[in-house]
Antibody, heavy 118, light 112 residues
């Protein structure tokens, strides 16, 4: 069974940091670009960042560029999102996902919740 | 950024009746290779999103054939031929032609 399992969420004060992790199983992780997607409480979906297969290329939305860093460890089938300088508007469920591209499987984790509040 | 606009945002439907969701983009979604990268997702209550359709009309494996996608360039539609109880949830269109990838606001389908 293909599975993505996120962890690392929690309650953090504004300006704080969290490192989100995602462990993949059941797929050849190194063959896929990977992504982080978030969903604020009661709101829609926002595609946050992509990383290429070997971790040498990444893309971010403007609102997180310079504060968030996506990375991966193919030896351990793991994806990460380092989130720094967190703001209240970063409060969301963060999903690990495979980009919905042609030929790519559809797989999402269950998400990890980040709450930024004092 | 490409703005995706869905309508309606709320869709009450009687069981067994058809449903249709419109999605419009502010920019052409035709990529340089001629393909159009418009995707439809379903998010059931309390669940992660699930891809239904990619490249406008390609249904994912396991997706019932009552779901179909159509459209071109900037104007797209998701149709459900006969709504079933398990179809309740929020439906999102998303473009992956241009970075940043962007979603529509979501359409909440409920049973009347």
């Amino acid at each position: 069974e293909v599975q993505l399992v996120e962890s690392g969420g929690g309650l953090v004060q504004p300006g704080g940091s969290l490192r989100l992790s995602c462990v993949a199983s059941g797929l050849t992780f190194r063959n896929y670009w990977m992504s982080w997607v978030r969903q604020a409480p009661g709101k829609g979906l926002e595609w946050v960042a992509n990383i290429n297969r070997d971790g040498t290329e990444n893309h971010y939305i403007d609102s997180v560029r310079g504060r968030f860093t996506i990375s991966r460890d193919n030896a351990n089938n793991s994806l990460y999102l380092q989130t720094d300088s967190l703001r209240a508007e970063d409060t969301a469920v963060y999903y690990c996902a495979v980009p919905p591209w042609e030929g790519y499987i559809d797989v999402w984790g269950k998400g990890t919740t980040v709450i930024v509040s004092s | 950024d490409v703005v995706m606009t869905q309508s309606p945002l709320s869709l009450p439907v009687t069981l067994g009746q058809p449903a249709s969701i419109s999605c419009r983009s502010t920019h052409s979604l035709v990529y340089s290779n001629g393909n159009t990268y418009l995707v439809w997702f379903q998010q059931r209550p309390g669940q992660s999103p699930r891809r239904l359709i990619s490249k406008v009309s390609n249904r994912d494996s396991g997706v019932p054939d009552r779901f179909s996608g159509s459209g071109s360039v900037t104007d797209f539609t998701l149709q459900i031929s006969r709504v079933e109880a398990e179809d309740v949830g929020v439906y999102y269109c998303m473009q992956v032609t241009h970075w940043p990838y962007t979603f529509g606001q979501g359409t909440k389908l409920e049973i009347k």
